[in-house]
């Protein structure tokens, strides 16, 4: 399975950039894709996620007024829209793509990214 993250880099605190995420090759559905990030001695956290079924959205609190989660049509693709950034916005941020086993309403195996790194400078 390949998830295939693009989009990361340098911005200014107040720009914009946009992640993109692209998932191939699982025998399963996608139940949902979603962003999480990381920085250097802490946990990866959820930034947003998108469940594909519904297309219900699910942001971390100190993002919802400034992300966008959405997915392209009806591809196995999501973009991440990072407006009004801020430093604390840097990290490397992850794709996670969770499936499942179409027909019987389970979860199948979850899937990472390498991570893309968003800088932010002040």
């Known amino acids: 399975v390949q998830v295939v993250e693009s989009g990361g880099g340098l911005a200014q605190a107040g720009e914009s950039l946009t992640l993109t995420c692209a998932t191939s090759g699982s025998h399963y559905g996608i139940q949902s894709m979603g962003w999480y990030r990381q920085t250097p001695g802490k946990q990866r956290e959820l930034v947003a996620s998108?469940?594909?079924?519904?297309?219900?959205?699910t942001y971390a609190e100190d993002v919802k007024e400034r992300f966008a989660i959405s997915r392209q049509n009806d591809a196995n693709i999501i973009h991440l829209q990072m407006n009004s950034l801020r430093p604390e916005d840097a990290a490397v941020y992850y794709c996670?793509?969770?499936?499942?086993?179409?027909?019987?309403?389970?979860?199948?195996?979850?899937?990472w990214g390498q991570g893309t790194q968003v800088i932010v400078s002040s």
């Open positions: 998108i469940t594909f079924g519904t297309g219900d959205t």
């Open positions: 996670n793509v969770i499936t499942e086993i179409v027909g019987w309403g389970s979860r199948g195996p979850q899937y």
